[in-house]
């Protein structure tokens, strides 16, 4: 399996910015997107954005123009730079990876242990 950190979550105000980082450790395997989910309790969990090694991103509706997803496939991260933060925003936001083993066909969807973000009120 491939091993994701995130980091950056944390406390901020309502119009504050955040940037979220994550590191995967993936020996043996081919990494396909990287990207971002966020869930609260009770609710699913709901993809932010993700990006693919040639750079295609893919944005949810609900923070374009706000979050902007990058990449370093060369150095395993993702980050999420997060602007303008409402307190909807409030979510555990989880790393993910989709990634195979080499010399397989068999696509893996690895998650992170996840990162709280608080928006103050």
């Known amino acids: 399996q491939v091993q994701l950190v995130e980091s950056g979550g944390g406390l901020v105000q309502r119009g504050g910015s955040l940037k979220l980082s994550c590191v995967a450790s993936r020996p043996g395997f081919i990494i396909d997107v990287m990207g971002w989910y966020r869930q609260v309790p009770g609710k699913q969990r709901e993809l932010v954005a993700t990006?693919?090694?040639?750079?295609?991103?893919n944005v949810a509706d609900s923070v374009v123009g706000g979050f902007l997803v990058s990449g370093d496939f060369a150095k395993n991260s993702v980050y999420l730079v997060m602007n303008s933060l409402e307190h909807d925003d409030t979510a555990t936001y989880y790393c993910?990876?989709?990634?195979?083993?080499?010399?397989?066909?068999?696509?893996?969807?690895?998650w992170g242990a996840g990162t709280q973000v608080t928006v103050s009120a």
């Open positions: 990006i693919t090694g040639a750079d295609r991103i």
């Open positions: 993910n990876a989709v990634a195979r083993k080499l010399g397989s066909y068999q696509w893996l969807n690895c």
